[in-house]
């Protein structure tokens, strides 16, 4: 063996490799340099291959995460209350619709005597009517809960805890007219601004005026009409960016809803409460449906 041979046996770099004759050593590294690129070349072929899965996974993710977010959202009509037995517009049926998970709890808002906003539906708070009473009057009743009637101020601080559940607040018309609603709508943006709930805070109103004060104030509010007098090109030229009609409206004006679509503005119907229109609704890619039956909506998004 030569000094050469006997230094590579040595210095442990091929081990195995017996004496060779001339030639004979450039023949074994060069089959062993073509047995290295095939290797670069086989593992290059499984990075693009894991590349190439990666890839389709990553697609099939946004695709699944774009329909889960388009799908139709649940919106609890008062708060949940019917199946729960809550107070319609309690704290407590708020509560509820953020256990239930849903994206959105509906709740109406109107101006006392002495200029507080509280809420609830009807015009009167069990018996005592709402715009010409102060706000201690209202405190003589209860709900049947032992909630007394809620302020604008403690609800949304209430659903400000909830995270994930938007506020859909629904400006009620003052029967002591426009002005009066004007001033409920000034003084309920006024109130999400200093609660600071902009983000999570929609709003809702049959009167067009309220709805273009709103606009007015608060620019960047989604804000959808609620009278289902006008179509949608007419509201969004006013420039509000949604809808929110009786389920019948789009029934009697097919087009309307892909037709406020195509403007780019959102679209919900109330108060939906049978398996049969939320499927219906559902199967037009409404944006949200607002319902009485949430548990059951719930149920038919799912299917």
Same mark, same amino acid.
């Given at each position: 063996m030569s000094s050469w041979q006997n230094g590579m046996v040595k210095n442990k770099l091929h081990l195995t490799i017996p004496t060779y004759k001339s030639g004979t050593l450039d023949?074994?590294?060069?089959?062993?340099?073509?047995?290295?690129?095939?290797?670069?070349?086989?593992?290059?072929?499984?990075?693009?291959?894991?590349?190439?899965?990666?890839?389709?996974?990553?697609?099939?993710?946004?695709?699944?995460?774009?329909?889960?977010? *388009?799908?139709?959202?649940?919106?609890?009509?008062?708060?949940v209350w019917k199946n729960s037995h809550l107070p319609q517009n309690s704290i407590a049926s708020?509560?509820?619709?953020?256990?239930?998970? $849903?994206?959105?709890?509906?709740?109406?808002?109107?101006?006392?005597? /002495?200029?507080i906003l509280v809420v609830n539906h009807d015009n009167d708070f069990y018996g005592i009517d709402i715009a010409t009473a102060t706000y201690q009057e209202l405190l003589a009743k209860k709900h049947p809960n032992g909630e007394s009637i809620p302020t604008l101020e403690e609800y949304i601080t209430a659903g400000k805890k909830l995270k994930g559940l938007r506020l859909i607040l629904e400006l009620k018309t003052n029967k002591l007219?426009?002005?009066?609603? $004007?001033?409920?709508?000034?003084?309920?943006?006024?109130?999400?601004?200093?609660?600071? *709930?902009?983000?999570?805070?929609?709003y809702i109103a049959f009167s067009f005026e309220a709805c273009q004060k709103i606009h007015e104030? *608060?620019?960047?509010?989604?804000?959808?009409? &609620?009278?289902?007098?006008?179509?949608p090109a007419d509201v969004h030229a006013a420039g509000i960016n949604g809808l929110d009609y009786h389920?019948?409206?789009?029934?009697?004006?097919?087009?309307? &809803?892909? /037709?406020?679509?195509?403007l780019g503005m959102k679209v919900n119907a109330w108060t939906?409460?049978? *398996?049969?229109?939320?499927?219906?609704?559902?199967?037009?890619?409404? /944006?949200?449906?607002?319902? /009485?039956?949430?548990?059951?909506?719930?149920?038919e998004l799912k299917k």
């Open positions: 023949l074994v590294m060069q089959e062993k340099s073509t047995t290295f690129f095939i290797c670069i070349r086989s593992a290059f072929k499984v990075i693009h291959m894991k590349k190439h899965i990666f890839t389709c996974l990553t697609l099939a993710m946004v695709i699944s995460s774009t329909v889960l977010f *388009a799908q139709t959202k649940a919106i609890a009509h008062r708060g708020l509560k509820a619709a953020h256990q239930l998970k $849903l994206f959105g709890s509906e709740f109406d808002v109107h101006l006392t005597k /002495d200029n007219g426009v002005e009066r609603t $004007l001033e409920a709508a000034t003084k309920a943006v006024e109130m999400v601004k200093a609660l600071k *709930a902009e983000k999570i805070t929609d104030l *608060a620019p960047k509010a989604n804000i959808q009409y &609620l009278n289902g007098d006008k179509s389920y019948s409206v789009f029934k009697k004006n097919a087009s309307w &809803l892909q /037709d406020a679509h195509k939906v409460n049978t *398996a049969e229109e939320m499927h219906n609704l559902i199967g037009q890619k409404i /944006d949200f449906i607002t319902t /009485d039956e949430p548990e059951l909506l719930l149920q």
